[in-house]
């Protein structure tokens, strides 16, 4: 079977932007926030979306489960204060569970979290909580920059972060290491902000001593690790001039790559560099990268093409990136399939 | 022959650094600054502090000439304002300068400039013009975040930056695009700061129309480009979805990617995914990864070994990238080396 541990619901029906418009001109002082219920979305609206869209690509490539959370350039904690980021994750979050109880076969959620600059993380627990004990979620998506391209908040390893990792541990999820849009015009949102902040968080947490606090705390940094499996000599090289152990030991045991990289040599580095036991199958489709690749004539985002194709991987260790490492790093996925008799 | 591109005077003589650090203290208000002439360095201090060094490891690696410029992370243009920088600056290029003079056959000089956030980028041609003319440079560092990790500066391709490339265009010299020390927490200096900036460079150079209003101006990206040539199906994704050129075209007759990745499966990708007429060698040596592999019980920047080693390159190609595509992007330096019969 072949997990997709990275999606985004980015064709939610049209309402949910209209909603979040009125909540952001609401901000700026431009009429009443709206209140929850003016979100009206049929289940066949939700139905629809989803088998135009991911579903039908799910189909043609094969995917048969995809873990599903809120579209990563909506979330914009940097907009508004916590309540507004709290009323926003929730009915995100909401959407999310909805499409999962629609098609329990081939979604599950990963929640997007009530962040916002500077404030308390602990803020954050209520809304963990609820999406993994009410909705069956199976992971969160963390952002370490809240402020959208300022890089504000402190790094993953300071305490700051703790109160979400200790609900992490104690749900037994991990978390993908996730921005969100840039307003920062130096940082082009997918081009930039999002691989620069993968390299940002391999960096901290090489730099941390973190999961001497959290031995079973997890991380999945996205996109292939952003700049990370590629520089893999300068950051075993940096770790061991900071008298790190091995990264093997400091950083593996804890930390996750998955396969959202966009053509066949970026695979085979990232599938050669680092171990298949630390490679997540992911396409992230219908994001970032939509076109078809004219030197292929395939889809950029269609990495399971590139997984296939790539000489580094046994088929035993292909069995690994396509569904036994999802299982491992999210226990709540590998229960849920169980349950399900897959 | 073999060049490398890309070195920085990281062993500068105890007396620069503490010129420097009175220089800071004064701008805290504790002490006067020094005066240049406060900043004593002979001439055998300086050849003493290359030839235990840099000369020492170009001899023992085959590297007949390095590019050599100011130390990057003591460029520090975030400290004090555009005084402060004119007078550091002017006094790191010409201890590079002093060198080039010293060993002419192994070292040209290229530039750090007198930049500070916020201040209008015409202030750096002065020093621009005089490293070259005066100084024989064949090149320039140009820092685009000069606030040392907060990103405050306008992008690659605003007007803001254009007094320095009309300066370029010129003379006819190129910039490499290289960051200063982050003092960002969350920005590890030489771990995500450095990889980060040479990733976004690329992504503004993409998102721009530069190389119309200049077409002549030549980008040195280092750090192997960053995360550009990992990700260089995504690149040429969103190239396509915002109209823009094939990436061969719309960046590549104008921007190169040295060699200071520091592990073989990451030269290969870079060799194999980038032209090699755009790949120039470098190494940093003596940089931000000082240690010996323990995989191969080599020097981690011993990019030399990468280079030759790798099955992408033919020898023809290889050739280009340890001298030609040098000599012709930076035709100062080809014609320095014309006038030396090499």
């Given at each position: ?14 309402a ?26 049929s289940d066949?609206?939700?139905?629809q ?24 350039s ?34 599950a ?41 300022h ?18 541990v ?12 840039s307003?920062?015009?130096c940082?082009?949102?997918t ?5 620069n ?8 947490l090489?730099?941390g001593?973190?999961f ?24 075993r090289?940096l ?7 091995l990264?093997?030991e ?5 930390v ?9 040599p970026?695979?085979d ?6 171990p ?16 078809i690749?004219?030197e292929?004539?395939?889809p950029f ?8 194709a ?11 990136v ?19 008799g897959?």
């Amino acid at each position: 079977m072949i997990i997709d541990i990275h999606g985004h619901y980015t064709t939610a029906p049209e309402a949910l932007e209209g909603w979040r418009n009125r909540q952001v001109a609401a901000i700026g002082g431009s009429g009443a926030p709206p209140a929850r219920a003016d979100l009206r979305i049929s289940d066949d609206e939700l139905r629809q979306s989803i088998e135009a869209n991911q579903l039908r690509q799910m189909r043609e490539r094969g995917i048969d489960l995809t873990i599903f959370s809120p579209r990563a350039s909506f979330m914009a904690h940097h907009i508004g204060d916590q309540f507004v980021s709290a009323e926003w994750a929730s009915i995100c979050n909401e959407l999310c569970f909805r499409v999962s109880e629609l098609f329990p076969h081939h979604f599950a959620g990963a929640a997007m979290l009530p962040q916002s600059p500077g404030v308390d993380t602990a803020t954050c627990v209520a809304e963990i909580r609820r999406c993994v004990t009410e909705y069956g979620f199976v992971g969160i998506n963390l952002n370490p920059d809240p402020s959208g391209g300022h890089w504000t908040s402190p790094p993953l390893y300071d305490r700051y972060w703790y109160p979400v990792y200790e609900t992490m541990v104690e749900l037994d999820i991990p978390a993908m290491v996730h921005v969100s849009t840039s307003c920062n015009a130096c940082f082009h949102t997918t081009g930039a902000h999002y691989i620069n902040a993968d390299t940002t968080a391999v960096m901290q947490l090489i730099e941390g001593d973190l999961f001497r606090d959290f031995p079973q705390l997890r991380f999945v940094i996205p996109h292939g690790g952003g700049a990370a499996p590629y520089h893999w000599g300068r950051y075993r090289g940096l770790a061991q001039a900071m008298k790190k152990p091995l990264l093997s030991e400091h950083l593996l045991r804890n930390v996750f790559f998955d396969t959202c990289v966009y053509h066949q040599p970026g695979i085979d580095l990232l599938t050669k560099v680092i171990p298949a036991a630390n490679i997540l199958f992911a396409s992230e489709m219908i994001g970032a990268v939509r076109g078809i690749d004219p030197e292929t004539s395939h889809p950029f985002d269609d990495t399971r093409r590139y997984v296939d194709a790539t000489a580094s991987l046994s088929p035993d260790d292909r069995t690994k990136v396509f569904e036994t490492n999802a299982r491992r790093v999210y226990p709540r996925l590998d229960a849920r399939l169980t349950a399900q008799g897959r």
